[in-house]
């Protein structure tokens, strides 16, 4: 079974694209090899893909070929396997540059990460998903059960495992890598594209949060900076690629990503609450239209003509930077600056570009941030409160699927009981998410806080 096993993912991958008629044999013999069987000739089988590969997998860990125990391992091999099916990181490129359009590109390169199992489809798909109508608008949470647990072994090799090459997980040098406890990356392909003339790549997120995530990271490990460049590398990304979105996170602890040392953005092919929040329209002239956005995270939608869209969008980074209102607890820098800026830009008929404006200072009275999750929150999710989440996306960790169907019994929930209305488990996390989002607001939704919001936007369009 091993050789029609082989010979069924020779067919798919060569109906991908990914090998051409004269790559077959040369691709098969080494499908052999890794798997120390005895080659045969080649005959049609009628084995899906995703049989061949655990039947192979089996194989491999009868033959004593998997390097260690543990899912980790067995991706690995996945990997390396798939590998010998795709073409070279130049022919990849040539390949996608060669399509008729960017649609027709991504389209290409989402089916090829799908069905390398690059992108774990069978793995997110158990992700649990639920809308929560909160009273400012519908927000969703997933909780991310896709990423499997580390075996003690993986955890033994992580803390072995030595710094300095690649200088991070994002960096474009993790190309064809695989040994645990790197990621497989051995089949891992990804596509340079050019970005206010800057070197940048593309790739797809192995654990998708939302519809075609997708990764675009600089060609040099440098610190993520959200400055006036990233407005014009935003809005080259939507001439690119004008059916997908891109989005930042913001460059400072607390507020930021959880890769604050490799420049990369958020990208794909989804919409987000915040895309239908309601808004107040400040500005609305033919080249720019400027509105306030009806929701939690203090956030400004800018619409209209790319040159008066990205001018408005600098102004507004530039002038954040320095916006002070110490009666509503924003300071622009103590020792350190502290305000910053999350992006997310669309192409429709007009560019789009919705700026949500951030500060990640502490005090004594609230070590973890001044706008960021309340103490009484933490229970269900402590971490950094990213772009996706500030959109309206809550990714929720792992260990709530199984504490949720006891909240009651459990210690630590006691006090967000008293606090949570009475509801299904789902209904109180998409509430706590709702709050949250409220918490990290840096404008609340008061009157005088919303006027002094509108007065800072109006460095939008007023100071042309
Ligand atoms: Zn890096």
Redesign the pocket.
């Known amino acids: 079974m091993i050789d029609r096993a082989i010979d069924a993912l020779t067919d798919h991958y060569q109906s991908l694209g990914l090998l051409g008629q004269l790559d077959r044999e040369y691709c098969r013999n080494r499908a052999f090899s890794l798997l120390q069987e005895e080659p045969v000739a080649y005959q049609p089988s009628s084995i899906d893909r995703r049989s061949a590969l655990q039947l192979l997998l089996q194989a491999a860990r009868d033959k004593g070929l998997l390097a260690g125990e543990g899912v980790a391992f067995e991706d690995d091999f996945i990997a390396r396997l798939t590998d010998l099916f795709m073409p070279r990181p130049s022919e990849y490129t040539a390949i996608v540059a060669n399509m008729p359009d960017a649609k027709a590109a991504t389209d290409w390169m989402y089916r090829v990460a799908v069905d390398t199992d690059y992108v774990k489809s069978d793995r997110v798909k158990n992700n649990i998903h639920h809308r929560y109508q909160a009273e400012y608008a519908q927000v969703e949470i997933t909780i991310n059960v896709s990423k499997p647990e580390k075996s003690p072994e993986e955890i033994r090799l992580a803390s072995t495992a030595s710094a300095g090459y690649?200088?991070?997980l994002?960096?474009r040098e993790n190309v064809g890598l695989s040994d645990v406890p790197r990621p497989p990356r051995a089949h891992h392909r990804i596509y340079p594209i050019s970005l206010n003339g800057e070197d940048y790549f593309f790739q797809y997120s192995p654990y998708s949060y939302f519809n075609e995530h997708c990764i675009i990271f600089s060609g040099e490990?440098r610190p993520m900076a959200i400055t006036q460049a990233v407005v014009d590398r935003f809005l080259d990304f939507v001439d690119q690629f004008p059916h997908y979105f891109i989005s930042a996170n913001a460059d400072l602890p607390i507020v930021g990503g959880s890769i604050l040392?490799?420049d990369h953005y958020q990208g794909g092919r989804a919409l987000f609450p915040i895309d239908a929040s309601p808004e107040t329209i400040l500005s609305d002239e033919a080249e720019l239209r400027v509105a306030r956005l009806d929701w939690p995270i203090s956030a400004v939608r800018l619409s209209g003509q790319r040159a008066a869209v990205a001018g408005a969008a600098k102004r507004l980074i530039e002038a954040w930077r320095d916006y002070s209102k110490p009666e509503f607890g924003i300071l622009a820098r103590t020792d350190r600056p502290h305000n910053t800026v999350n992006l997310l830009a669309r192409r429709g008929e007009d560019y789009q570009l919705t700026l949500l404006f951030r500060n990640n200072r502490t005090d004594q009275a609230h070590p973890d941030g001044i706008f960021h999750t309340r103490p009484i929150w933490q229970v269900v999710k402590r971490e950094n409160i990213g772009i996706i989440e500030a959109i309206g996306l809550a990714i929720l960790p792992a260990r709530l699927v199984t504490e949720m169907a006891h909240f009651e019994e459990l210690e630590q929930y006691r006090d967000w009981l008293r606090v949570v209305p009475e509801a299904e488990p789902l209904e109180r996390l998409g509430y706590t998410f709702s709050e949250i989002l409220k918490d990290c607001g840096v404008f609340k939704q008061d009157e005088a806080s919303q006027q002094a919001f509108e007065d800072f936007l109006r460095v939008a369009y007023e100071n042309d």
């Open positions: 690649p200088a991070c994002l960096c490990h040392t490799h």
